[in-house]
């Protein structure tokens, strides 16, 4: 069977009937040259086995279709795409992807309760894919062996359960040595960022941060009365050089050096070495962001600048939003040997604000092995839904569109060859599509135009396809 009929999936929650679900998806697939002329449909018989539905009903599909002249019927040879169907426009490729029945998207990406998952929202991981079963037990495990001690306050710094998984784990995964007394356990990078400002910096110090870069960094760092400086990113990472160029008297970096964000390239060893030795001699820190990692799909995982970090001058920040799931609002922070105790007494201020049971469970799910075995599962599948929606922008968009290399990654960056990104983003917003603009990640007027999309919650090929055909749309009523 064709690769198309294998991920074929029809949805009987929808208005609309199943024969229709599969003549418009038949017809998009010829539309976008994914069913050429000349081939063979499986039979009536065969497919509607395979998708559980009457005969009838695929009986149906194909008969709208021949009267159409998309398909020919030849008897007991099969089922056949019309040989004499002219190269079709990208109109009509358009307009069948248009028609594709979907389920009403909502009026934004986001719904007010949480209860809609837009397509192509960023960070989030692979949802479904999540071991809930093993991940219950664990927690159910936990409420069982409560203790009235359990009850009181929890250390300041985190679970030394916790932190002491989390340094093996960095020990065997990323060629980080560091006692589970350099670990702090925090809420996510916004209290990341606040415990590392409020025991490194003072108001009016400058820090490099990369452009385009997260955005959410600019603004947090500005509430705390932060100069922020714009360093390039190109094809190496940060540009090292302008950064001493522009600020050599920066009191901290911050960056995403193993894979940028937005972009996706790796900061080059030579400005690797550069930057560590910049901070060496400024005696200035690195806030090294590794937040997605994990997910390489040439090779091994990069190395992390930390474990180059011979003069203890890099502050290695860890989450497993991107791992696990985003609502754990659990992060940690590795920091230098020397800076623990300055660390202890801001964290004493402020409290862990990671309830003890999920930092217990967390702690249970990496040492009995369930987080290794998850990760070694979610690269190939990330590697597969990534190529879905890939091969998808390139079908229906191949012309505006160019998808940019990327070794990893839980995101997908595809550059504008002409028009506005932040106009698209707005109308596939209006849309409900999560969809967000690459100009909207930098700082300076020299603007890169491209969308950022998600991937991870792609669970059939046609879903990634009929997301892109609504983006395509979007793009429609630009013109």
């Known amino acids: ?257 193993t894979h940028q964000s937005p972009l996706g390239v790796s900061l080059s060893l030579a400005r690797r070495m550069a930057l560590l030795e910049w901070a060496q001699q400024r005696q200035a820190w690195v806030v090294e962001d590794d937040y997605d990692s994990e997910f390489r799909y040439v090779g091994r995982p990069l190395p992390p600048l930390k474990s180059l970090d011979g003069q203890q001058r890099v502050l290695y920040a860890g989450s497993f939003s991107k791992t696990l799931f985003p609502s754990l609002r659990l992060s940690y922070l590795v920091v230098p040997a020397a800076q623990v105790a300055a660390f202890e007494q801001v964290a004493r201020q402020r409290l862990c604000g990671s309830p003890p049971l999920i930092q217990a469970s967390v702690a249970a799910f990496i040492s009995q092995g369930h987080f290794y075995r998850h990760l070694k599962r979610m690269r190939p599948l990330y590697r597969q839904r990534r190529q879905w929606l890939a091969d998808a922008l390139q079908q229906q968009l191949g012309s505006v569109l160019s998808v940019a290399a990327q070794a990893g990654g839980i995101q997908l960056l595809a550059r504008l060859t002409t028009g506005s990104d932040s106009a698209l983003a707005a109308a596939a917003w209006r849309d409900g599509l999560a969809v967000q603009a690459l100009s909207d990640w930098q700082q300076t007027s020299a603007l890169q135009q491209g969308i950022l999309l998600g991937f991870t919650n792609f669970t059939q090929q046609w879903e990634a396809e009929q997301a892109v055909a609504r983006l395509a749309a979007a793009l429609v009523s630009l013109n």
């Open 1 to 257: 069977m064709r690769p198309f009929f294998a991920s074929l999936r029809l949805d009987s929650q929808l208005a609309e009937p199943l024969y229709r679900q599969i003549y418009l998806r038949i017809k998009q697939a010829i539309g976008q040259g994914v069913l050429p002329a000349g081939s063979r449909l499986p039979s009536v018989r065969g497919l509607a086995s395979d998708l559980g539905v009457a005969r009838a009903t695929v009986e149906s599909a194909y008969a709208q279709l021949v009267a159409e002249g998309f398909l020919q019927s030849r008897g007991q040879a099969g089922t056949y795409v019309s040989a004499q169907l002219p190269p079709l426009a990208r109109q009509l490729t358009l307009a069948a992807a248009m028609a594709m029945p979907t389920v009403k998207p909502p009026a934004s990406p986001f719904s007010p309760d949480g209860a809609t998952l837009a397509p192509f929202q960023l960070g989030l991981p692979a949802l479904d894919a999540f071991p809930r079963a093993v991940w219950q037990r664990i927690v159910a495990r936990q409420l069982r062996a409560t203790t009235a001690l359990s009850l009181a306050h929890p250390p300041a710094s985190g679970l030394s359960a916790l932190r002491e998984a989390i340094s093996h784990y960095l020990a065997l995964s990323r060629g980080i040595h560091c006692g589970p007394d350099q670990i702090f356990i925090c809420s996510g990078y916004q209290a990341q960022l606040d415990l590392i400002v409020n025991t490194l910096l003072q108001p009016g110090d400058a820090v490099w941060l990369e452009d385009p870069g997260y955005p959410i960094t600019r603004p947090l760092l500005h509430a705390a009365g932060i100069q922020t400086v714009p360093v390039p990113v190109d094809s190496q990472g940060m540009n090292i050089d302008l950064g001493m160029a522009r600020r050599p008297d920066a009191r901290m970096a911050v960056l995403t050096p």
